[in-house]
């Protein structure tokens, strides 16, 4: 058969019908958070792996969404592929430049919800195992994959998947769903993530909406909800909840050291948010270290009362916030909803009600494993520079559950951008990137089943 020459330009002949295939993917609604579109999507992912050669079938675990799990290929090493075939809402819809279950191509990218996290990933990595198979010959190594269907609402049931199949994902390493080109349009891979608590605050005041001249006697939640929002971090942006950073692990010496070396284009993130200036107004190491290695505390909404045009005239009988937190080692969601609801009620807030929701524990592996020296291999193969390698993805997913519950070192890289606008309207991912991560997963199995990159 033939080497990588051949694959490439296997690739680029089918480049065009391989996005109509991406596309077809992502006009299928498949919002996990509001129940939609998961079963059906789940069909026509395991139809897809099928295809691509896997011998895959869709399991559940403790009354979960179709978990896909397959195998192909033979080799010394096995590869474990996770990804995910649910997106998140598309709201907000009127910020939308396209529907977003319609991709359009504009300018070089491709827009719509889930292009970039996770469904291009997913099928790009489908169609490189077929081509790999037409032009270089039999797969070098044992592939095994997992794909979820909810992991943009918490992955509720996939530690229970991973204890009742964790014979059927064992391997020697793990690629990850996501990864992307930085702000300078350099290849990253990431080792690793943080993790998420996620908690809704509510206040209820009277029975009901009441005639805003009764602020003078009825107490309004609103202002609870402000009230108790406001001890939680102050205005250097220091997260003040009583004995959250003493848990936090202060990076090693040389996690720091590795740091150093990372590059980061400020102008580029800035340019890219449009904003003039980061938190703090960090740069250099300070923000390399702030955004990799601390927790955060986001407020993502916040509702009460009346919002439409115009002037209502209200005072709301009920309020709530939704707060993520991304953390780092040794913070758990555990210990967040315990801090928490100990802090609001040191400071009276016993009103305040605490609603965990999903969480997931960080997820943190060394940057020189055997399948992180393979990504960084192909990277540089297909792209032709050296990939940034980042300590950690800022963001969550549930690698603690899969590769921490099996001890299966992990890498990520991907075909996202620095502006590709995921969880957020008009999520895009540029074309060649697409075509590129294709190419590269096919270099990546060969790294990682130690076969040459020619």
């Known amino acids: 058969m033939g080497g990588f020459a051949e694959f490439d330009a296997y690739i680029r002949a089918r480049a065009h019908e391989y996005v109509d295939e991406l596309k077809a993917l992502i006009r299928q609604p498949t919002v996990s958070a509001q129940g939609i579109g998961v079963e059906d999507t789940a069909t026509l992912v395991l139809e897809r792996a099928r295809r691509a050669g896997i011998g895959a079938e869709a399991l559940r675990a403790d009354g979960g969404p ?19 075939y649910d997106v998140q809402p598309p709201d907000p819809l009127d910020e939308w430049e396209t529907p977003p279950f319609e991709p359009t191509e504009r300018g070089g990218l491709l827009f719509g919800r889930g292009v970039s996290d996770n469904k291009g990933n997913l099928m790009a990595r489908l169609q490189a195992l077929e081509a790999y198979r037409a032009t270089i010959g039999e797969l070098p190594l044992r592939i095994r994959v997992l794909y979820e269907g909810e992991e943009e609402s918490g992955s509720e049931h996939l530690a229970a998947f991973v204890a009742k199949y964790g014979d059927r994902l064992r391997a020697d390493g793990c690629i990850w769903e996501a990864g992307y080109k930085d702000a300078a349009g350099r290849p990253t891979i990431s080792c690793g993530l943080k993790g998420i608590a996620y908690v809704e605050l509510r206040v209820r005041g009277a029975a009901k909406d009441a005639h805003s001249s009764l602020a003078t006697i009825v107490p309004n939640p609103a202002w609870r909800l402000v009230w108790a929002l406001a001890t939680l971090k102050n205005e250097r942006d220091e997260i003040t909840i009583d004995g959250f950073m003493d848990e936090v692990r202060d990076p090693s010496a040389a996690e720091l050291a590795e740091l150093e070396r990372v590059p980061f284009d400020e102008a580029g993130m800035l340019r890219i948010h449009g904003i003039s200036h980061f938190v703090r ?8 270290r702030k955004h990799f290695f601390e927790p955060t505390c986001t407020i993502c909404g916040i509702v009460s009362g009346y919002t439409g045009t115009g002037s209502k005239t209200v005072l709301p009988a009920m309020a709530s916030a939704k707060i993520d937190f991304r953390l780092v080692p040794d913070l758990t969601p555990e210990k967040v909803a315990r801090l928490l609801r100990a802090h609001l009620d040191r400071r009276g807030f016993r009103d305040v009600e605490v609603v965990p929701s999903h969480g997931e524990r960080p997820s943190r592996w060394p940057t020189d494993s055997p399948i992180a020296r393979a990504a960084v291999a192909a990277c540089r193969a297909a792209y032709g520079v050296d990939p940034v390698i980042y300590p950690l993805m800022a963001g969550s997913g549930p690698m603690a559950q899969v590769c921490d519950a099996l001890g299966i070192p992990v890498t990520g890289f991907g075909s996202g951008n620095a502006a590709s606008a995921n969880h957020a309207p008009n999520e895009n991912i540029a074309i060649a990137d697409y075509v590129d991560h294709i190419r590269a997963f096919g270099r990546f199995l060969s790294a990682f089943a130690g076969r040459p990159l020619e």
Request: charged share 20%; hydrophobic share 35%; proline share 4%.
């Open 66 to 84: 179709p978990t896909i799990v397959g195998e192909t290929g033979r080799g010394a090493r096995t590869l474990l592929v996770y990804n995910h």
């Open 281 to 288: 107004d960090v740069h250099g190491a300070e923000l390399k």
